[in-house]
């Protein structure tokens, strides 16, 4: 006798970023944060890299009317109940992604604004700057920004925890609902505040005395995506997010010689593969 199917998950997020030769951040990161929090993830790819854990040492936009095609094409069969975009690379990308979003009921929004990598070198044009503060930041439910990100896109310089408050404050204004400035840049303890309309929360954190960070923010931002895509309000999505991210970095298999990838799929006592 034929066994019954097993049903899976039908619930299905979208990465719109760049895919990781490396396979620790970007696209890769975000799919596999997708499975560990249990949704299935799909991808719009707008650029391809050559890195690995030292450095980024090339980089490929794909044509804007094949991204556009990626996002025809999972409208039609795969329809993503929430959304995060990541490294967008050019203006013109950011343009035919803002655009696609806002025609498309695609769910929630996590913007994570990915500029520079964790080796240091730059992944968007600096002029696209301005056009993901007019664009695509009043669109979000959630930003992400590390400290160097909330600086470039609040115009305040953040060095301290009432800097970076400013700071999201001022994004803010910019039209999501909620901003998250993560604390991994903070010299004490990585504490996360999470702005919004109703006020200002901390989510407090141990640092993990590591280099295998790699990836941090689109795991981040990709967990908290599939979060809301399992029907989580936000503030629970983030804090959820958290959790997952750091028990990734805990768990950090030590892979390369810079700055490795993390444990996507963390073996935490009593956390199943979608209990995160």
Known sequence: MTAAPVQRRSIIACTVA?????????????LKSFAACGVYGVSVAVALTAQNTLRVSAVHGLPVDFVEAQFSALDEDLHPSAVKTGMLFTSAHIK????????LSWGPLV????????SGDRLLEPEAVELMRQLLLPLATVVTPN????????????????SAIAA???????????????GGHSPGAP??????????????????????THGTGCTFSAAITAHLARGEGPETAISLGKEYV?????????????HG???????VLGRGPTAW
């Open 147 to 162: 400290w160097p990100e909330a600086t470039a896109l609040s115009g305040v310089q953040v060095d301290s925890e009432a």
């Open 168 to 182: 999201g404050e001022t994004i803010l204004g910019m039209g999501p609902a909620v901003v998250v400035v993560k």
């Open 96 to 103: 035919v992604v803002a655009a696609r979003l806002r025609e």
């Open 111 to 118: 913007v994570d604004p990915v500029m520079v990598a964790k």
């Open 261 to 267: 990838p993390l444990e996507h799929f963390p073996p």
């Open 18 to 30: 760049t895919s990781d030769s490396g396979g620790g951040a970007g696209i890769q990161a975000d």
């Open 191 to 212: 504490v996360d505040l999470v702005i919004s309309h109703n006020g200002l929360s901390r989510l407090e954190g141990t640092r993990i005395e590591t280099r295998h």
């Open 246 to 258: 750091t028990a990734t970095i805990q768990y950090a298999p030590g892979l390369g010689a810079g």
